[in-house]
């Protein structure tokens, strides 16, 4: 059974950092592109950010490049999300996902098989 728990969400002002983990399990995690994406309400779900089974290659919605980092410990089968300089519109449930690939980074959530249940994230002006 694959599972995928996010956590590491909470309420920060504006300009402040929060780190966001995927914990996995029942995933030949290594083998796997793993992606978050987020929501607000209302919104369409976006992506994030995303990384390649080795870590080697990441991907970022423009939105958020220069301000998060995405990370994998293949070792422990949970990625990260570090999240700095927040911003009101950063505001969303935030999910991780594994896809069906191992190499390419869709930025498509229908290329994602497996997420997490979610994780809020508010960012207060």
């Known amino acids: 059974q694959v599972q995928l728990v996010e956590s590491g969400g909470g309420l920060v002002q504006t300009g402040g950092s929060l780190r966001l983990s995927c914990a996995t399990s029942g995933l030949t995690f290594s083998s796997v592109v793993m992606g978050w994406f987020r929501q607000a309400p209302g919104k369409e779900r976006e992506f994030v950010a995303g990384?390649?089974?080795?870590?080697?290659?990441?991907s970022y919605a423009d939105s958020v490049k220069g301000r998060f980092t995405m990370s994998r410990d293949n070792g422990k089968s949970t990625v990260y999300l570090q999240m700095n300089n927040l911003k009101p519109e950063d505001t969303g449930a935030y999910y991780c996902?594994?896809?069906?690939?191992?190499?390419?980074?869709?930025?498509?959530?229908?290329?994602?098989?497996?997420w997490g249940q979610g994780t809020q994230v508010t960012v207060s002006s």
């Open positions: 990384i390649n089974w080795r870590g080697a290659t990441t």
């Open positions: 996902a594994a896809s069906r690939y191992d190499y390419y980074i869709s930025e498509l959530w229908t290329q994602y098989q497996n």
